[in-house]
């Protein structure tokens, strides 16, 4: 059984640095695309960064607003996906969700086959 589970977050005042992490569990994704999505209230959910292995190498995407504070980053060895934010503003409040597919690529849609329960990240201003 394939398990995505965050952690890390917690409340944060504008200009903070948080990370949150995900560990994976029931199967390597170190072939495979990972991504974080959030979703602020009463919004839809949204792509924030993603990372995948392809065969010319290690590929990063992230969504506009995000671009130069967050950095996300994996550990193949274990398992593990991080989301490093910085410079954190209150429109990043949201509930962060760590997302696995099958394969490689990073599609900003919700074309992933797993997901994590989500976890709060509320920052003040």
């Known amino acids: 059984q394939v398990q995505l589970v965050e952690s890390g977050g917690g409340l944060a005042q504008a200009g903070d640095s948080l990370s949150v992490s995900c560990a994976a569990s029931?199967?390597?994704?170190?072939?495979?695309?990972m991504a974080w999505f959030r979703q602020a209230p009463g919004k839809t959910r949204e792509f924030v960064a993603g990372?995948?292995?392809?065969?010319?190498?290690?590929?990063?995407d992230y969504l506009d607003t995000v671009k130069g504070r967050f950095s996300i980053s994996r550990d193949d060895a274990k398992n593990t996906v991080e989301l490093q934010m910085n410079r954190l503003l209150p429109e990043d409040t949201a509930l962060y969700y760590c997302?696995?597919?099958?394969?490689?690529?990073?599609?900003?849609?919700?074309?992933?086959?797993?997901w994590g329960q989500g976890i709060q990240v509320p920052v003040s201003a």
């Open positions: 029931g199967r390597s994704f170190a072939k495979s695309g």
């Open positions: 997302a696995g597919r099958l394969q490689s690529g990073i599609p900003r849609t919700e074309e992933y086959r797993w």
């Open positions: 990372i995948s292995w392809t065969w010319n190498g290690t590929i990063r």
